[in-house]
């Protein structure tokens, strides 16, 4: 069992900066990160394997990188020029699989979000 505690989350106004971070119990293969704003579907945002290979969502392409620590378990989300619609709760997932459209499915492990809010 891999338990995630993600970090980070917070209050910002329009073209500021956040970033996430979520502590892992145990090394797998693929961590990303997922977002849900409120009435709407859980979309993926980035995810990274152990090698650092990694995908971005075209909406956060060029304001967005995903990282990762493999020595402090730990993945990041460096969130640049964030904008209202990036307002959701952000979490963090981890599993066996990686692929460059990653989807929900990939991923067994979850953490309980972080709430992250950009204002205009």
């Known amino acids: 069992q891999v338990r995630l505690v993600e970090s980070g989350g917070g209050s910002v106004q329009t073209g500021g900066s956040l970033r996430l971070s979520c502590e892992a119990t145990?090394?797998?293969?693929?961590m990303a990160w997922f977002r849900q704003a409120p009435e709407k579907e859980r979309e993926g945002v980035a995810s990274v394997d152990f090698s650092n290979a990694t995908a971005h969502a075209d909406s956060v392409k060029g304001r967005f990188i995903v990282s990762r620590d493999n020595a402090k378990r730990t993945l990041y989300l460096q969130m640049n020029n964030l904008q209202p619609e990036d307002t959701a709760m952000y979490y963090c997932?981890?599993?066996?699989?990686?692929?460059?459209?990653?989807?929900?499915?990939?991923?067994?492990?979850w953490g309980r979000g972080t709430q992250v809010t950009v204002s205009s």
């Open positions: 997932a981890a599993g066996s699989i990686w692929r460059e459209r990653f989807e929900e499915r990939d991923y067994a492990y």
């Open positions: 145990h090394t797998t293969v693929s």
